[in-house]
């Protein structure tokens, strides 16, 4: 019995801390792999293949931090410091700051581009879509 209810708050948990990519509808792509996503929020590509300007919102609810700390192995804060010394030497722009799960997607729905990564979420407003995170880990 004790491993039965184990396995049962083990499994709640993984679903919890499941990742997920919600972007604004105009991003050109239909599913992300782990790595892509990675270089994205670490600067290392800022446009996707079309040309088109990458827009990074940094999520800085505890639950978004643990999911993208999933993907990438670094929190928000830890980010945003990698990112102020692109910004600095004049080959990035900040990314977008939201301070709750419910802010960054508003944000995404309104800015063309935009991208976040999240904790697991049912739905988003119209005008977002979650893209599948496919295949590749770390």
């Known amino acids: 019995m004790r491993y039965l209810i184990l396995l049962l708050l083990l499994s709640f948990q993984m679903s919890l801390s499941a990742a997920v990519v919600v972007a604004h509808n105009d991003v050109p792509v239909s599913n992300l792999d782990e790595s ?8 290392r ?3 996707f293949a079309n040309g088109q300007t990458v827009v990074i919102v940094l999520c800085m609810d505890s639950a978004a931090d ?3 700390k999933k ?3 670094r929190s928000a804060n830890l980010l945003l ?3 102020k010394r692109l910004v600095f030497s004049g080959s990035g722009a900040m990314p977008l700051q939201a301070a709750t799960i419910q802010d960054a997607i508003a944000l995404v729905a ?3 581009g935009a991208i976040t990564i999240l904790p697991l979420v049912e739905s988003v407003p119209q005008t ?3 893209i599948p995170l496919g295949g590749a880990g770390k």
Do not use: E, H, S
């Open 71 to 73: 993907i990438v192995d």
């Open 45 to 47: 590509t800022t446009a």
């Open 36 to 43: 892509k996503i990675r270089d994205f929020l670490l600067g």
């Open 81 to 83: 410091r990698g990112w």
């Open 128 to 130: 977002c879509r979650i």
């Open 66 to 68: 643990d999911a993208m």
């Open 110 to 112: 309104r800015t063309p």
